[in-house]
């Protein structure tokens, strides 16, 4: 029987006009987005899956009636949509993506890692103790913001101290646009209060250091305990690695949820803007300085250092955008350093190879 793929395409500027519950695909979260970059046939011929975990040697991929395993593809990463080429699964092609979490990869290596993509909501986890951290979480904080992913600020542990507000006056400081939920992880209160970003079709990631409670959140939303969790350390509040790979979990009726494992390193690279989003105070505060090259240090006319003066600024938040704006130039030049020889010595390999076969014509003849 030939599939119905209508339900997979745009419905249309008025939503179709027709109430339905939501498809299979729909559920993962396929919308117009992807649909609008492929064609009724090549649907029909390539059926669009989901990555849902990423192992060292294959994906696995889940779409309406699909769940199995294929080979690793090339800069795939969790949350990916592919259309999969059930004969050749090597050569299924990734779709755009609507966002991606990306960082540089921890250590002294240049590279890009990729932490998920099309990601709706990011709840950026830290707890009410000796682990919470402001420049911790306006990196993450920004690295959202660069991917256009709604940001929220989940604060855990609340249940354990009567420092609270103090907790929640930090983190509202940070940026006006992001939202500040206090929770305890255990039991019924992250299904309600992080309802309105758990919607059917929508897809969010739990990101934060170890041991702050991605994964009891995580475990609370699905409904389960079939993700394994760990105490923190008493003496500093530090938590070991518990999750080991990110991963979708369905909930019932409800939204997907990545669990990621915590990062001990967040280097960000591309994230210019995103940084600007977070610090826009300060971004908005330079563009007034009498020099468009300000260091907002010594010179005179620095709008910034004014405000500083006037108590309208914390020095320490001048300290960490200049620290986050010094670090994503240094990598994002040390990227493209790297682009730019990988494509000198994928020219070299060009010319030369092209050298060899004007030889052998020339031998032949």
């Given amino acids: 029987m030939k599939r119905d793929y209508s339900s997979f395409l745009p419905l249309g500027p008025n939503g179709g006009g027709t109430d339905r519950s939501a498809s299979p695909l729909?559920?993962?979260?396929?919308?117009?987005?992807?649909?609008?970059?492929?064609?009724?046939?090549?649907?029909?011929e390539r059926p669009p899956v989901r990555i849902v975990e990423v192992h060292r040697s294959a994906l696995q991929v889940v779409g309406d009636g699909i769940d199995e395993r294929i080979p690793p593809l090339p800069d795939a990463t969790v949350g990916d949509w592919v259309l999969l080429d059930r004969a050749h699964p090597g050569s299924s092609r990734v779709l755009d993506r609507n966002?991606?979490?990306?960082?540089?990869?921890?250590?002294?290596?240049?590279?890009?890692?990729?932490?998920?993509?099309?990601?709706?909501?990011?709840?950026?986890?830290?707890?009410?103790?000796a682990d919470f951290n402001v420049a911790r979480l306006e990196r993450y904080i920004a690295l959202a913001f660069e991917?256009?992913?709604?940001?929220?600020?989940?604060?855990?542990?609340?249940?354990?101290?009567?420092?609270?507000?103090?907790?929640?006056?930090?983190?509202?400081?940070i940026s006006d646009l992001v939202p500040v939920v206090t929770l305890d992880a255990r039991g019924e209160e992250p299904e309600a209060k992080l309802a309105d970003w758990c919607r059917s079709g929508e897809t969010v990631a739990f990101l934060g250091s170890s041991g702050v409670g991605k994964s009891t959140l995580t475990n609370a939303l699905v409904g389960t305990q079939s993700i394994a969790t760990?105490?923190?350390?008493?003496?500093?509040?530090?938590?070991?690695?518990t999750t080991t790979r990110r991963q979708l979990?369905?909930?019932?009726?409800?939204?997907?949820?990545?669990?990621?494992?915590g990062m001990r390193e967040l280097q960000l690279t591309d994230a210019a803007s995103g940084i600007d989003d977070v610090f826009a105070d300060?971004?908005?505060?330079?563009?007034?300085?009498?020099?468009n090259d300000c260091r907002h240090d010594t010179e005179p006319g620095c709008a910034v250092r004014e405000a500083i003066a006037r108590g309208d600024i914390d020095e320490a938040r001048l300290r960490r955008w200049r620290k986050l704006l010094a670090e994503e130039a240094f990598n994002a030049a040390s990227l493209a350093e790297r682009r730019s020889r990988d494509r000198a010595f994928g020219k070299m390999v060009r010319t030369v190879m092209k050298q060899k076969t004007a030889r052998r014509w020339r031998t032949d003849e």
């Fill in 282 to 291: 300060l971004h908005h505060l330079s563009t007034l300085c009498r020099f």
């Fill in 230 to 241: 760990q105490a923190i350390r008493e003496d500093d509040a530090k938590g070991r690695h």
């Fill in 99 to 129: 966002s991606l979490i990306k960082r540089r990869a921890a250590g002294t290596g240049r590279h890009i890692q990729l932490i998920a993509a099309n990601i709706d909501t990011v709840f950026v986890v830290s707890s009410c103790n």
């Fill in 26 to 44: 729909e559920a993962l979260g396929w919308r117009p987005f992807f649909s609008q970059q492929i064609s009724m046939d090549a649907l029909a």
């Fill in 147 to 173: 991917a256009a992913i709604t940001p929220v600020i989940v604060l855990t542990k609340a249940d354990l101290t009567a420092a609270v507000p103090d907790y929640v006056d930090q983190a509202r400081a």
């Fill in 249 to 261: 979990h369905r909930v019932p009726g409800g939204c997907l949820v990545l669990d990621t494992p």
